[in-house]
């Protein structure tokens, strides 16, 4: 093995993705090459300083892109002259930073971290055979079916008339807490609504996201913080939260 192979391999050789036969072959050929070696221990250190970064704690998979960049960036100034570990641990601090700020503002916000929950948990309805625990459009049925898995009695009402029907109730985790979830049928689609008590009594308006590929609601009517997720149109989540409140307008 040449130089510039085994150099090559610096990288795949620290996280483990050599084979067997191709980490041998390459620990092999460190012997015979002191730059290589060289490479490797910089390539080491600057994994022990990302680890020892004050940061907090990332996806395993962030952090492995994290470090495999830092340490494809820090090869020219390693090539060029000495010293340059702490240029990688001031650019380590800084990509790892960098990183870390934009998944704070992207994935590790509360708002963020519920859109991701009530994605989920769309989808355990959407992918799966059985999407409820009790199946039933009767309400009479399927609001008793909660006492004793929740703490309250959600609001539930068939919205078969304004194109919603319901398919039956569900009991997921939200925000570390066991929640309803209430699903319902549209044409070829479900949407999964979860429900639970408001610390505030006023209702706020509908507010309408998306969330990787899905459509989000999220308001809050009648005593009830209302979250809603499917695949259907903005228009149908529109008019899907519409029936809601109606509904619980209308049994007042």
Same mark, same amino acid.
């Given at each position: 093995? +040449?130089?510039?192979?085994?150099?090559s391999m610096v990288e795949v050789y620290l996280d483990g993705e050599l084979s067997a036969a191709e980490a041998v072959a390459f620990e092999q050929a460190l012997d015979r090459c002191p730059d290589c070696r060289?490479?490797?221990?910089?390539?080491?250190?600057l994994s022990r300083l990302l680890r020892d970064l004050p940061a907090e704690p990332a996806p395993d998979l962030v952090?492995? #892109?994290v470090e495999r960049d830092l340490r494809a960036a820090a090869r020219p100034v390693a090539a060029g002259r000495r010293g340059s570990l702490r240029w990688m641990a001031t650019a380590a601090s800084l990509l790892v930073a960098a990183?870390? %700020?934009?998944?704070?503002?992207?994935?590790?916000t509360q708002q963020g971290r519920e859109a991701d929950e009530l994605v989920s948990g769309y989808l355990r309805v959407a992918s799966s055979e059985h999407p409820v625990d009790v199946v039933?459009? +009767?309400r009479h049925t399927v609001k008793p079916w909660f006492a004793g898995r929740i703490d309250y009695a959600p609001p539930v009402y +068939?919205?078969?008339?304004? %194109?919603f029907p319901l398919l039956g109730g569900r009991v997921d985790i939200h925000d570390s807490r066991k929640v309803a979830v209430l699903v319902y049928g549209h044409n070829q689609h479900k949407v999964a609504l979860t429900l639970w008590p408001a610390a505030e009594g006023n209702g706020t308006?509908?507010?309408?996201?998306? #969330?990787?590929g899905f459509v989000l609601a999220q308001w809050r009517h009648g005593g009830f913080e209302m979250r809603a997720a499917s695949d259907v149109q903005p228009t149908d989540?529109?008019?899907?939260?519409?029936?809601? +409140?109606d509904a619980i307008d209308n049994d007042r």
């Open positions: 093995m +040449d130089c510039p192979t085994c150099e060289r490479r490797l221990e910089e390539a080491r250190a952090r492995a #892109r990183s870390l %700020g934009w998944m704070g503002g992207m994935l590790t039933s459009s +009767d +068939d919205l078969t008339t304004s %194109g308006p509908v507010e309408m996201s998306r #969330r990787n989540m529109e008019a899907f939260a519409k029936a809601i +409140d």
